[in-house]
C-alpha cells in the first residue's frame, strides 16, 4: 500500500515489527511465517490473513539479519508492501541473502520489486499511481494460482512496477495496466504480487495467501489461537516479573480479554481499575463488578466519578475537545486510584492493532490522526508506569476468540466494541445527564431488539445515538418538537473498513415503534446507512 503509516513499535510485550520473534517461548515445533515490514499500511493485515490459515505469522523488521532469521526458521517470508520507491534514497532494504536461504518468499508490491530487483529485473518508476481495482488474468498452471480462476478481480496501490522482468522469472499474471502482475522465479522459490491479496477486496486474496503457506511453504495449519494465549502469557510473565500490574477495565471486550489474560499469566499480581465516568451503557457497571469482582475475583478499585464527568463536559459541544477532557479526566481519577495501590509498576492497556494504526502512532510516519483515541499514548508517561498492550498487535475477531479460550462468558466476549470516550461521542452536542438518560435508554432498546430478531451476532457493532437537533413531530393531537435517535449498525472484519448493515424493516420498525413510545423526549428514530470510509463507524 502506498500510505505512510506504519505499525507503531513500543515497550508492549509484542509490538508491531519486533526485532525477534519467540519472546520467551519456544516455537521450535511451530510453523510459522514472518512478514517482514517495508512501511505498507496492511503489513500487519497479512500477518493476520496468515493466522487465519491457522498459521503463526508475526510481523519483523525489513531487514532482520538472514542469522536470526535461520533462528527462527521460517516456513516462509512474505516482503510487506511499502510507501517507498526501490530506487529511492535510504529505500528500505532487506537482508539480500534472503533470497538465497532456501525459503519460499513471497513480495507483495513495493515487495515484488525488491525481490524482482535482487534478481536482476528493472522496475519502472511509477508516473502516475493505480489505485483500485483490475482484472488479473492468470496465466496458465502455478501453484501460487491454485483454485483461482482465469480472471479474478485483484486490489492494486501502488505507483512504481516491474519493467524488465529478468530472464530467471516468469510472469503468471496481468492486469490491463500491469504486465507483470505476479511473477514466479524459475529456479527459487521467490513469487511476487504487484495487487494486494490481504485486501478483502481482492477477492480470492485469502486463496492466495493459502496457497502461498499452505501450499508453497507447505504449514500444517494446525496452529490455534491458545498457543497465543500461552505465549502472550509467557511474555506478560518474564516481563513483569514479580512486579504489580494494574489494568484498566472499561466494561469492553478487549480490557476485558486483557485482564483474563493478565489473571491466567500473573494470577493475584494483578489489580484491576474501573472508572465509572457515567458514560456507559445501561447496566454495564454492575455487570463489571459482577465479571472482575465476583467471578474472577479479582482485586478490583471502582471510582465512581460520574459527576467528576458530567461536571467536565458541561457545555462543551467539539468532538475533539469532549474526548481530550475525558482522556484528561480519565487520567486524574485513574492515575489517584492507581496511587492508591502500592508497589505498583506496569499498566495493562486493551489497545488492538486498528487503535493503533488509526491514531497515526507511527514513530517514523506522520500518519494522518482520524481521531484522538484517548487509550493510545499518554497515560503511562503520566504515571510513571511501564505500558504493557498484549492486544497491540490483533484484530478484534482474534481478541474474540481468545476471550473465549480465557473462559470468558459468551455475551461478554461477543459484546460490541464500545469506544472508550462511551456515550460521549455518541451523544452529539452538549453531554448531559438528561440527554444520556434519553441516549442509555434509546440504545438498551436497540441492542435488546437485536437480540430478540437474533441479529446481533451477524452485526459487528450496532448503537443509538443522539442527535444535536430537534424535529418537530405530533403526537396525539400535540405537536412536538423533540430528539431524534440515530441507529448504527455496520458489519465489518476489522474496524478499519465497514458496511452498513441491511437491517430487515420489521426489526426497524419495533425498533422505532418501542423508542419513540417509551423514551421520553424522543419523536424521530432514523437510520444510518453510510459505510466506512467515507464515513467512520462512530459519529463524533
Ligand atoms: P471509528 O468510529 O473510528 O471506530 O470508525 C472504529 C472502532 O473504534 C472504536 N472507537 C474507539 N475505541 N477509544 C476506543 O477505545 C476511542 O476513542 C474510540 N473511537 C472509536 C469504535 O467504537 C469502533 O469500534
Not at 108 to 116: N, R, S
Not at 340 to 367: C, H, K, M, N, W
Not at 409 to 437: D, Q, S, Y
Request: net charge negative.
Amino acid at each position: 500500500m502506498t500510505a505512510t503509516s506504519q505499525p507503531a513499535s513500543s515497550n508492549s510485550t509484542s509490538s508491531a515489527a519486533s526485532e525477534t520473534a519467540g519472546i520467551g517461548v519456544d516455537l521450535s515445533s511451530e510453523d510459522q511465517i514472518l512478514v517482514l515490514d517495508f512501511g505498507g499500511q496492511t503489513a500487519q493485515l497479512i500477518t493476520r490473513r496468515v493466522r487465519e490459515e491457522n498459521v503463526f505469522c508475526q510481523l519483523v523488521r525489513h531487514n532482520l539479519s538472514v542469522d536470526r532469521i535461520r533462528e527462527i526458521n521460517p516456513k516462509g517470508i512474505i516482503l510487506s508492501g511499502g510507501p517507498d520507491s526501490v530506487y529511492g534514497e535510504g529505500a528500505p532494504q532487506p537482508d539480500p541473502e534472503i533470497f538465497n536461504l532456501g525459503i519460499p518468499v513471497l513480495g507483495i508490491c513495493y515487495g515484488m520489486q525488491l525481490a524482482c530487483l535482487s534478481q536482476g529485473s528493472h522496475v519502472k518508476p511509477g508516473e502516475s499511481r493505480e489505485f483500485g481495482l483490475a482484472v488479473c488474468k492468470a496465466k496458465g498452471d502455478n501453484p501460487l494460482f491454485r483454485d483461482i480462476p482465469a480472471e479474478s478481480r485483484v486490489w492494486m496501490s501502488h505507483g512504481d512496477q516491474v519493467e524488465n522482468l529478468s530472464e530467471s522469472f516468469n510472469s503468471i499474471a496481468t492486469t490491463e495496466t500491469c504486465p507483470h502482475a505476479a511473477v514466479q522465479h524459475k529456479s527459487k522459490e521467490i513469487y511476487g504480487l504487484q495487487f494486494h491479496p490481504e485486501v478483502t477486496h481482492t477477492e480470492l486474496g485469502g486463496q492466495l495467501l493459502r496457497n502461498f503457506v499452505r501450499g508453497i511453504c507447505g504449514c500444517k495449519g494446525t496452529w490455534k489461537i491458545e498457543s497465543l494465549i500461552d505465549r502472550e502469557a509467557a511474555a506478560i510473565r518474564e516481563r513483569v516479573g514479580t512486579g504489580r500490574v494494574i489494568c484498566g477495565l472499561s466494561g469492553g471486550v478487549d480490557s476485558s480479554v486483557v485482564a483474563a489474560l493478565l489473571y491466567k499469566a500473573i494470577g493475584d499480581q494483578l489489580s484491576c481499575i474501573f472508572v465509572d465516568n457515567g458514560l456507559l451503557r445501561k447496566g454495564e457497571a454492575d455487570q463489571v463488578r459482577e465479571h472482575f469482582g465476583d467471578h474472577f475475583k479479582t482485586d478490583l478499585h471502582v471510582a465512581d466519578a460520574r459527576k467528576l464527568f458530567l461536571d467536565g463536559l458541561a457545555g462543551e459541544t467539539d468532538p475533539q475537545k469532549k474526548r481530550k477532557i475525558i482522556g484528561k479526566l480519565f487520567i486524574d481519577v485513574f492515575k489517584e486510584e492507581a496511587l492508591s495501590i502500592p508497589d505498583s509498576r506496569f499498566l495493562a492497556q486493551g489497545t488492538l492493532y486498528p487503535d493503533v494504526i488509526e491514531s497515526g502512532a507511527s514513530p517514523d510516519g506522520p500518519a494522518a490522526t482520524i481521531k484522538a483515541h484517548h487509550n493510545v499514548g499518554g497515560l503511562p508517561e503520566e504515571l510513571g508506569f511501564e505500558l504493557i498492550e498484549p492486544l497491540r498487535d490483533f484484530f478484534k475477531d482474534e481478541v474474540r476468540q481468545m476471550g473465549v479460550a480465557l473462559g470468558l462468558p459468551e455475551h461478554l466476549v461477543w459484546r460490541h466494541p464500545f469506544p472508550g470516550p462511551g456515550l460521549a461521542v455518541r451523544c452529539l452536542g452538549e453531554v448531559t445527564e438528561e440527554r444520556l438518560v434519553i441516549l442509555r435508554e434509546a440504545d438498551a432498546i436497540v441492542i435488546e431488539e437485536l437480540h430478540r430478531a437474533n441479529l446481533y451476532r451477524e452485526i459487528s457493532q450496532a448503537f443509538a445515538a443522539l442527535l444535536p437537533i430537534q424535529s418537530v413531530g405530533v403526537m396525539g393531537d400535540a405537536r412536538t418538537y423533540e430528539s431524534t435517535i440515530v441507529v448504527r449498525a455496520v458489519t465489518t472484519t476489522d474496524f478499519m473498513t465497514a458496511d452498513w448493515f441491511r437491517m430487515p424493516h420489521d426489526v426497524l420498525q419495533r425498533i422505532s415503534t418501542r423508542i419513540t413510545n417509551s423514551v421520553r423526549g424522543v419523536n424521530r428514530v432514523v437510520y444510518d446507512c453510510s459505510s466506512k470510509p467515507p464515513s467512520t463507524i462512530e459519529w463524533e
